[in-house]
């Protein structure tokens, strides 16, 4: 089996899910400033992407409308039950975030927390985000990435070849990935070492 596929990505994340949540102190601040750069507002249709247990849940308002979908039935079914705790207006599905089954242009936001860095098809990921957003709506990255115009070196590619079999990778350009789009990069701000917040608009 490989290991930078969804299967892999299937089998330990359902390992991971009862123990996930202990990232979310680490992760929390990130989040907030990614979700509230966003400006939602009642109604607005946002989807999440590899939503694992529903850690941004907490942070989105109630007047919302959310999809998260996610490859791992068990996280799907963790993030669910969050989303039916906080009274969220949520549905859940179990889904290929680089094959998605949503029509074009359907949602207002796409939120990509921890997924471009992990999907094994990051391209796949990018361009449907592009095709299921609505000329005008903007997806929010926040994630491991190289910094702008920088490429990975010969330490971090050699780190990558085990961070990325049981974590994440950590070579990713996130503007080669959204140069695969017709999106518009709209702000790319350095959250710490590796982590980046990216957000990016479909044209009208
Ligand atoms: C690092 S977790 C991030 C979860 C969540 N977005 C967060 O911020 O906590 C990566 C998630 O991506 C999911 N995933 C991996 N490959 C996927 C794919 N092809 N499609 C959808 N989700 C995927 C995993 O099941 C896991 O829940």
């Given at each position: 089996m490989m290991l930078n596929s969804n299967t892999w990505n299937r089998i330990r994340y359902s390992l991971y899910r009862p123990v996930y949540d202990i990232i979310d102190g680490y992760f929390r601040q990130k989040r907030k400033a990614s979700i509230e750069s966003l400006n939602l507002k009642a109604g607005d249709k946002v989807l999440i992407l590899?939503?694992?247990?529903?850690?941004?849940l907490p942070l989105l308002p109630n007047d919302v409308e959310i999809t998260a979908i996610d490859i791992t039935p068990a996280m799907v079914k963790a993030c669910r039950q969050k989303g039916e705790q906080l009274g969220l207006n949520i549905t859940t599905e179990v889904m290929d975030g680089s094959n998605l089954s949503f029509e074009s242009n359907s949602f207002d936001f796409v939120i990509l927390h921890l997924i471009l860095a992990v999907i094994p098809d990051p391209i796949g990921c990018i361009t449907e985000t592009e095709r299921v957003l609505k000329p005008g709506g903007v997806c929010t990255i926040m994630d491991k990435f190289v910094a702008p115009g920088k490429k990975a070196g010969v330490v971090r590619k050699f780190v990558n070849i085990f961070t990325e079999m049981i974590a994440t990778s950590i070579d990713r350009d996130v503007d080669e990935l959204i140069a695969h789009t017709a999106l518009e990069k709209i702000s790319h701000q350095k959250l710490s070492s590796i982590f980046w917040l990216v957000q990016a608009k479909k044209p009208d």
């Open positions: 590899g939503a694992g247990t529903g850690l941004d």
